[in-house]
């Protein structure tokens, strides 16, 4: 508050040094010098964070303990992350072709120059070392025009969701309930584009580990399409992925 405390050596006495002392503290005092300096480090944030496989080959999933974004962000090439130091950063590996961030993971993927069993652990390590020096992963750029981005879509949906037949909101609620829990723990996302009555076709946008990956028709054809066939009670007939 507005006083020192000074303990001082038995070497001397008080009524020997006590005026000195008194003035050595108001010539500081006075001199505008600061009184404290913090040079404390920044602390670092206990994190652990590991290397998960997904269906598509080309794709690693590195897993955080603790929520890193709100919301699913895509940088197909380091022109993209203008606003995203983490994905900027990792798109300094000449093998990093995409990175994909949602919730607590960040999906990467590779170019073929490498395996994974070379790069894993480096990746790994440096994500780790990233999230515990407490390095902004994302600027408040990106996140305002996603927050932007959300309010207009929701908005817009509002006014369309009129618009949106029964069996259309059948499908989005299908594929929000079972199927993109199961694409996000691929770490992917899914999400549902158009229906077209008349060849009874689905449309669906695929991100992250998803997004070409070769299993990805299997999936649909043997998953997803068989799901909303068996649900819908054939009223869907194919379904169509488009890479994100």
Known sequence: QNFIAVEKYNIV??????????EAIEDYLKSGQAVITNTESSKKIPVTVYAETTPNPSVLKFVANKELVTGTFEFKSIDDT????????????????????????ISVTK??????????????????????DGKKLLEDAILTAETASEATENASQSISEKDLKDIDKEIIAI??????????????????????????????????????????????????????????????????????
């Open 13 to 22: 006495t008080w009524e020997d040094i006590q005026d000195e002392v008194s």
């Open 82 to 105: 203008q606003h995203a130091p983490i994905a900027k950063a990792l798109f300094s590996f000449p093998f990093v072709k995409e990175v994909f961030m949602s919730a607590n993971y």
């Open 175 to 244: 594929l929000e309930e079972y199927v993109k829990p199961a694409v996000a723990s691929d770490g992917g996302h899914i999400a549902f584009e158009s229906f077209d009555e008349n060849t009874k076709t689905v449309r669906v946008v695929l991100q992250g580990a998803c997004s070409g990956c070769p299993s990805s028709t299997v999936t649909l054809k043997n998953g997803i399409e068989t799901m909303l066939k068996d649900m819908l009670q054939g009223r869907v007939q194919s379904v169509i992925a488009i890479n994100g």
């Open 111 to 132: 170019y073929n120059i490498a395996e994974w069993n070379e790069i894993s652990m480096e990746l790994r390590e440096f994500i780790r070392s990233y999230i515990e």
